[in-house]
């Protein structure tokens, strides 16, 4: 049983292999977001253009996005978050991580994708690039307690 590589913990042939090779339809926007994940695993650009909505397929470059897809090493997906794209939804969100390796380096591709439905057929319209959140620097007071949950005051834990 090889597991499939979008991280659902179900096995290829009862996950993404269905809707890559068109057996079935992807039910919601995320199960076709895995799908995309798992056909970069696998360099199947083909059904990357074929999922994206007609309207945004100007400038998709087959032979780039092959060579690129083949020569990355995909290392794991992890959704974030999704808001509608049910099965009885139109339209629908997926906030996605997609982490791979290029060249040694390994790379995070943090991504809120727009998902549509047409004919009953989800497609991938646009995608967001999700800036990081800036890290939040809370001042501590020398006699407050500390933040580490020790009980004891800043000053004589971690503020030493």
């Not at 253009?49 to 092959?66: A, E, L």
Request: hydrophobic share 30%; proline share 5%.
């Amino acid at each position: 049983m090889e597991e499939c590589p979008c991280g659902s913990n179900l096995a290829y042939a009862e996950c993404c292999e269905p809707i890559i090779t068109g057996t079935q339809p992807a039910r919601t926007a995320q199960e076709l977001m895995r799908a995309r994940y798992t056909a970069y695993t696998i360099a199947d650009t083909d059904f990357i253009f074929n999922t994206t909505h007609p309207d945004h397929r100007d400038g998709y470059d087959h032979v780039g996005t092959k060579t690129w897809a083949q020569n990355s090493e995909w290392l794991g997906l992890e959704i974030v978050a999704t808001e509608a794209g049910c099965s009885e939804d139109q339209e629908g969100t997926v906030e996605f991580i997609a982490t791979y390796k290029t060249d040694g380096i390994v790379q995070k591709h943090h991504e809120l994708g727009r998902f549509s439905k047409e004919d009953d057929a989800w497609l991938f319209t646009t995608g967001d690039m999700v800036k990081p959140k800036p890290a939040v620097s809370t001042k501590v007071g020398r006699n407050e307690p500390c933040p580490c949950g020790s009980g004891r005051k800043y000053k004589k834990c971690c503020g030493k």
